[in-house]
């Protein structure tokens, strides 16, 4: 053992600091990069299979007939509800107070993820948007009726960045286990009943939502483990 271990010392070194809650370089790290990588395959394999005869496009056909066929009067205005806490304007009112809210704490690291991950986030969406061009669901009567392109859902994507960050903040204060869990489950809960009424509305096809979360998850394990990293590599610099 002795001799291996002298052998792969350079390898287990390695090892051992990819795996260690320490330093900058250490777990969060290791653990960001491979969220990324992940994520980032899911949203691949959705956007290369959005072609008019791939089988996901034509699930999205008749997932968003049979939501449209199943529309009720009080399900609208539940699902109207719901799409709010994802529109632009809530988002943007939200994450306003809450820079306001760190502006005032001086909370400068919290404050610059918030900006990274939202105004970035934003434009993403804009540029993934335009690059596709994919159209939104046409239905016979519909509920909303919107001209911009479909792929990725803003409503879903914004959601994705805005309460998954503020859950990972409210996680990374918690002082139990069981209210960290917490925290994560009410913001994947949340942001699924938006994606879900998004689809529901004909807003958008199951596609345009699945992409979203996933670049969403994306484009936010990118800034927090970036501020993460930079944060860790100069301990001293002001937070």
Known sequence: ??????????????????????????????????IILLAGWWFGAIAEDLRPDDPLVLMDHRVAVWFHHHATHATTHVANAITFFGSVAWVTIVSIGVALFFLFRRAWTKLSLLALAMIGGTSLNVVLKHFFHRQRPILENPLVTLSSYGFPSGHTMGATMLYGLLALLAAKNAKSHRARIACLVAACVLILLIGLSRIYLGAHFLSDVLGAIAAGIVWLTFCWTAVETLRRRHPSAPR
């Open 1 to 34: 053992m002795k001799s291996l271990a002298k052998r792969f010392e350079r390898q287990i070194h390695f090892l051992q600091e990819r795996l260690s809650p320490e330093g900058y370089a250490g777990l969060h790290l290791t653990i960001g990069v491979l």
